[in-house]
């Protein structure tokens, strides 16, 4: 649900739960804030005192805001976006009516009139300000989403995977048919999801059965070089999972881990929900003395960007190398599904 | 070709790899008298196996551990009668380019017949590659070194070598059983194994991991000198005046 891309929304309307939109919101007022209370007041200790008395009063406004239009995001997003904006522009320019009626109940000003025309006016170029920005943003990430699906329809999956599979099933059809038609069933299942549209949230346990199957695969080729330790610790059952997010890790972690070694060696893969938040760590071994490798970070990369797409700053992904061991831990929101 | 059976060996770390290839190969003795001499799963096994049992041909994968296709093809080179390589890879497109430019032959995973057959048709025909061109083509640093021994290949590993010595025309290789002379030069050593070997002298590079220790060595009427202790040899290895940096840099890990 706090994904960018989920609902599909209709407009492009930021999601005012999600805690990168709400940080900008917050840097975006407090900065211009500053800026108009420097308009009008040229000496420092004027200026300073000016912007106090308007952050304590702008802080307020922006906090109830957010609840106001977190609470309507999805049906905001939803309708058409001209009506969306003017929503918006009303609501604020409600609330900051009743702040500054409430204000003024405890330090009665004079000129009353022609000083809220003054608020409503910052209020209106602010909020347009501010919803502009985020189209703006909007339209230069989408261009993006569309490319990292791109990509990751051509780097997901390594050629030298794909060509090594039909390698090793073209050697099991004449001895061994029936384990044949399994590895092509699981290629194939793999591939649907690779072709499939990507941008949509999936279940966890759809996203675990895929790696279960590449798994399946490489165990053909691989044979007992591959070891691998699910530690699945209560997993919160309906959570949802941006599609391809750990099968590529697992490749790579086989790639840099497994393949250039001929000693076996274990790939541990830990989920578990901490409160709001679903943590998956994968990790390998890193073999020793082997000719280097044409490592390329772009599977992590791609997954990052995805991440960023889907859950802005609230997910995060971070590799770290230890006692011969190389380990990606990505923290997501936990999402539930709707079903 | 001559009556003779074409003696081919296979090496690959995929044992379904290995099996496909064998099926083709019995497809393919229907048209090219073919005698299996065995099968590795790495290069070093490979070299082993063919000093046992000579092949005319080699099928060699590229991405294998220990020891890769292309290191193997440069130690291979070293027996009196290298035999014919066939690079097979799945998927390595920086390697397959470089083969086109030198002309050396390799066969695509999934590999099919046909292209199979056309490459031990005519693998007797064609003349060795040259060991500068496998560098070329294979520049990491090599995980052996191999020395030449009446027409065997012996091979130590990288990782075994405490310290190499120039001397003459030769370098000493020092591992903690034994010493081989190696005909190359301690300079293109250095720089290929720079990562792992300090130079402390002209004619010595040591292998950091099996420094023990630094001392200090007086001899009368002489002045005191820096020298190194190695883990496993009784000589201490003494380290140029030029060279006496490394032992502040050195000095700072433990032991």
């Known amino acids: 649900m706090a994904s960018i891309s989920q609902n599909a929304p209709a407009n492009s309307l930021p999601d005012f739960r999600n805690l990168g939109v709400i940080l900008r919101i917050f840097v975006i007022v407090t900065a211009s804030t500053l800026v108009a209370a420097a308009l009008g007041n040229h000496a ?96 230069a990430l989408s261009p993006a989403l569309a490319e990292a699906r791109l990509q990751a329809l051509q780097a997901r999956i390594r050629p030298h995977f794909l060509f090594n599979s039909l390698n090793a099933v073209l050697s099991l059809m004449r001895a061994e048919p029936r384990r044949a038609e399994t590895a092509l069933e699981d290629l194939s299942e793999l591939f649907r999801v690779l072709m499939a549209d990507n941008r949509k949230l999936i279940p966890l346990e759809q996203e675990l059965e895929l790696c279960r199957q590449y798994l399946a695969i490489e165990t053909l080729r691989l044979e007992d070089r591959l070891n691998v330790e699910w530690h699945l610790d209560d997993l919160p059952d309906e959570a949802m999972v941006p599609p391809l997010i750990l099968q590529p890790l697992l490749e790579n972690a086989v790639y840099h881990g497994i393949e250039p070694s001929a000693q076996p060696g274990t790939i541990s893969i830990h989920i578990k929900q901490n409160s709001e938040r679903l943590e998956m760590i994968l990790s390998n071994p890193v073999p020793k003395m082997t000719r280097s490798q044409s490592g390329n970070k772009m599977a992590l990369a791609n997954i990052e960007e995805r991440l960023q797409l889907h859950f802005d700053a609230e997910a995060t992904l971070a590799t770290k190398s230890e006692d011969g061991r190389f380990e990606v831990r990505i923290i997501l929101p936990c999402v539930k599904g709707e079903r | 070709m001559s009556g003779a059976k074409l003696r081919v060996a296979i090496t690959d770390d995929e044992a379904p790899a290995r099996n496909r290839i064998k099926n083709l190969l019995d497809d393919v003795s229907e048209m090219v008298p073919i005698e299996l001499v065995g099968e590795a799963d790495n290069g070093r096994k490979l070299l082993e196996l063919l000093q046992k049992h000579p092949a005319d041909v080699v099928l060699l994968d590229i991405r294998m551990p220990e020891m890769d296709g292309l290191e193997a093809a440069r130690h291979l080179q070293k027996l009196d009668e290298p035999p014919h390589v066939v690079f097979t890879t799945a998927y390595d497109d920086y390697a397959v380019s470089a083969f086109e430019l030198h002309a050396i032959d390799y066969l695509v995973k999934p590999i099919r017949l046909r292209r199979l057959h056309d490459a031990l048709s005519r693998a007797r025909s064609i003349t060795r590659i040259s060991l500068d061109v496998l560098s070329e083509v294979g520049p990491e640093a090599r995980t052996h070194l191999s020395i030449q021994e009446r027409g065997k290949v012996k091979l130590v590993p990288v990782a075994e070598i405490l310290y190499l010595r120039a001397e003459l025309k030769y370098v000493t290789i020092r591992t903690a059983q034994r010493e081989l002379l190696l005909e190359e030069s301690l300079s293109s050593l250095e720089e290929e194994f720079g990562d792992r070997f300090v130079r402390i002298h002209r004619n010595c590079l040591v292998a950091r991991e099996f420094i023990e220790a630094f001392e200090k060595e007086s001899k009368s009427g002489a002045e005191a000198r820096w020298v190194i202790r190695v883990r496993d040899v009784e000589e201490a290895l003494p380290v140029s005046r030029r060279q006496q940096h490394i032992v502040r840099q050195l000095g700072k890990k433990p032991g």
């Not at chain 1, 702008?58 to 995001?73: C, F």
């Not at chain 1, 058409?80 to 009516?97: F, H, K, P, Q, S």
């Not at chain 1, 809220?116 to 985020?134: D, E, H, K, M, P």
């Open chain 1, 44 to 139: 420092i200790a004027r200026w300073l005192e000016a912007s106090a008395a308007a952050i304590a009063f702008v802080l307020p406004v922006t906090i109830i805001s957010l609840l106001i239009l977190g609470m309507a995001t999805s049906w905001l997003r939803r309708i058409d976006y001209r009506v969306a904006v003017v929503c918006i522009v009303l609501v604020e320019l409600v609330i900051v009516t009743g702040i500054v009626q409430f204000v003024w109940l405890l330090i009665p000003e004079e000129d009353g009139l022609i000083n809220i025309a003054r608020y409503w006016l910052f209020t209106v170029l602010l909020a347009l300000a501010l919803i502009g920005y985020f189209d703006l943003r909007n339209r």
